[in-house]
Nanobody, 123 residues
Framework: QVQLVESGGGLVQAGGSLRLSCAAS????????MGWFRQAPGKEREFVAA????????YYGDSVKGRFTISRDNAKNTVSLQMNSLKPEDTAVYYC????????????????WGQGTQVTVSS
């Protein structure tokens, strides 16, 4: 079992930045791939970013490439999402997730999920 807790969400103006973090406990953090997903009201959950167990490989959704950066610190059992040049369409609840099967664009491949943190980008 892996427990995940997100933090760092909030309200920011368009063009601004936020850094989300996810703290993991209860499992072998170094053995799992990590991902970030987001979900806006009335829309399906959307892939944002993923990172493999070592941090050597990263993946991004088309809508965030060049603006968001995923990273992990295995010594501290954390994964982060640096979000720059934020747009109103980035507004959503952001979730971190862990997968024993490797990085994936598909939410069903992740076994563990955090509670989510709200990100709101104003015009």
């Amino acid at each position: 079992q892996v427990q995940l807790v997100e933090s760092g969400g909030g309200l920011v103006q368009a063009g601004g930045s936020l850094r989300l973090s996810c703290a993991a406990s209860g499992g072998t953090f170094r053995s799992v791939a990590m991902g970030w997903f987001r979900q806006a009201p009335g829309k399906e959950r959307e892939f944002v970013a993923a990172i493999n167990w070592s941090g050597g490989s990263t993946y991004y959704g088309d809508s965030v490439k060049g603006r968001f950066t995923i990273s992990r610190d295995n010594a501290k059992n954390t994964v982060s999402l640096q979000m720059n040049s934020l747009k109103p369409e980035d507004t959503a609840v952001y979730y971190c997730a862990a997968s024993w099967s490797g990085p994936s664009y598909v939410s069903r491949e992740y076994q563990y999920w955090g509670q989510g943190t709200q990100v709101t980008v104003s015009s």
